[in-house]
């Protein structure tokens, strides 16, 4: 047994995250961690790393006691984690960002050797065939799956250390398919040469197909752990949530248009063209693509953030808003795809973050009504089964799925005309996703139009009624969702095939 960890407990501010819990950790084996979001994950993650030492824990490395007191003493340990929120420093290099907390290469014991140190980070991104990113570049003009390929590099440089636990927390949530795969070849080569993996992920496809054995968490308690082989998706399912989950898209019939959300017309902006489509009242268009073929430009586009285009274009019967305030005034409500860096006001309560676009409808003469302001939130929150103490807590406290729950709700609170959602599920529980599923087809079911924008092929295929397909910025296809598969979907995307395009 490489680790192993007994009576696990830990609090904060009185409240029980972690009860109990126990672990145990192979070499040569990927052990998936999960749970539904505020389960215990992350903070099982934050003890491991030393930055939370827990109240009570019984720790043994190779059958040695283990103390993890700091982040140094999991590094001695030999662990190497990726966290879910990418943490960068984006004006130092991609070769500094890989060595951040490593001692940096030499020459004669005094100046950094800068030529053998691009050289070895380029070697780790090679492992991922990242031969597109410089190590000399900052990391800061990085695309957001980059950004998490490169710290998923860092992990196999050393250091001062040879790393023999890898934890991965969402490691896939902004890679592409292809990316994914790769990773998933590094992951099995590490599990080949010894190394123990403990991966998390709200992926159950993957995690299946990876993991030796799981263990889940609910409430802070260990409710189950497996082999893999001997349990199954509804087994997992259960034990995450306490209840049976069907994890399907709600289906619907077709929507019946009554009339038009947006409208564009050989429309191009920025490094977007050929933009041609409408949105129909209640209707649900996909957007897919590669990593960074254009989907979130296109979103911002319609949320007035796109610069100046040329062609014709309409959101709500005007013209396109001219800024993102203008957007929100006219019915536009945005789900952004960072939540923590474009979505939040982490250091302010859930009520501050539900209510802050709808401010102007909430007040009288300029002044707060703060018990609708509450109501409104309280509603919400019911109705999207967030998970909190109390609506006055900072959203920084919530687990990240709720997070996510907080911006939707921003974003749901009058129903609007437009919503645009920017890979709404990432990072997001079977239980939460549910929740943010029917409250999707809620709102189309109200005439809402929506636009998705989703690298969860499945989910495009299961919501939408269309999908528009983009590469390298331009459109490509326009495809209904009928009989289509994420095979399908995928080669379509990569153009290796022809679909019925409108």
């Known amino acids: 047994m490489l680790l192993s960890i007994r009576g696990l407990d830990k609090s904060f501010g009185g409240t029980p995250a972690l009860s109990d819990v126990a672990l145990d950790l192979r070499a040569g084996e990927v052990h998936a961690l999960m749970g ?69 290469p030499r020459r004669l014991g005094a100046a950094v050797d800068w030529r053998r140190l691009n050289r070895m980070a380029g070697d780790a ?102 082999a893999m082989a001997e349990t199954g998706r509804a087994g997992i399912i259960r034990a995450m949530t306490g209840r049976d989950v069907t994890e399907a898209h709600p289906r619907r019939a077709a929507p019946a248009r009554a009339g038009t959300v947006c409208r564009l017309e050989d429309v191009s902006a920025g490094r977007l063209s050929g933009l041609s489509f409408e949105l129909g009242t209640g209707e649900i268009l996909g957007v897919a693509g590669l990593e960074n073929a254009g989907q979130s430009d ?27 305030s203008q957007a929100w005034g006219r019915g536009v409500a945005f789900v952004p795809r960072e939540r923590r860096r474009e979505g939040l006001m982490l250091g302010r309560s859930i009520v501050a973050n539900t209510v802050l676009p709808h401010l102007g409808r909430l007040s009288v003469l300029g002044l707060a009504r703060k018990r609708l302001e509450t109501d409104e939130s309280r509603r919400l929150a019911q109705a999207l089964r967030l998970r909190h103490r109390t609506l006055a807590q900072p959203v920084r406290e919530l687990s990240g799925g709720n997070q996510q ?70 459109q490509v296809g326009l495809v209904a969702t009928q009989g289509l598969d994420p095979e399908g979907l995928l080669s379509l995307i990569y153009g290796e095939a022809r679909g019925a395009h409108e």
Not at 161 to 174: G, I, K, Q, S, Y
Not at 298 to 316: F, N, P, Q, W
Request: proline share 4%; net charge neutral.
């Open 125 to 226: 991104l090679g492992r991922f065939g990242l031969s597109h990113i410089d190590p000399r570049q900052k990391a800061g003009r990085l695309g957001t799956g980059d950004r998490m390929l490169m710290r998923l590099a860092s992990m196999l440089v050393s250091g001062d250390t040879e790393p023999r636990l890898f934890v991965m927390d969402e490691p896939t949530a902004a890679l592409t398919h292809a990316e994914s795969e790769r990773l998933f070849a590094v992951i099995r080569d590490l599990r080949a040469r010894g190394a123990a993996i403990l991966y998390v992920s709200h992926r159950l496809d993957e995690v299946m197909a990876l993991a030796d054995r799981v263990t889940v968490l609910r409430d802070g308690r260990r409710v189950l752990t497996a």
């Open 36 to 104: 539904e979001n505020g389960a215990g994950k992350s903070t099982l993650i934050r003890v491991l790393a030393g930055v939370s030492p827990a109240d009570r824990m019984d720790a043994r490395l190779d059958g040695a006691p283990l103390v993890l007191g700091s982040p140094a003493d999991a590094a001695r340990a030999g662990f190497r984690f990726v966290h879910q929120e990418l943490n960068i420093v984006p004006t130092l290099s991609v070769a500094e960002n890989i060595f951040l907390g490593r001692s940096l």
């Open 405 to 474: 729950k907080v911006v939707l709700a921003r974003a749901t609170l009058d129903a609007p005309k437009l919503l645009l959602l920017d890979e709404p599920t990432r990072g997001v529980d079977v239980g939460a996703r549910e929740d943010i599923y029917a409250t999707i087809r809620s709102l189309a079911a109200q005439g809402t139009g929506i636009l998705l924008a989703s690298t969860d092929l499945p989910e495009l295929i299961g919501l939408s009624d269309r999908i528009l397909i983009l590469r390298d910025g331009r």
């Open 298 to 324: 296109l979103l911002h586009l319609l949320l007035g953030d796109g610069g100046r285009i040329s062609g014709r274009a309409e959101v709500a019967d005007a013209a396109l808003p001219r800024s993102p």
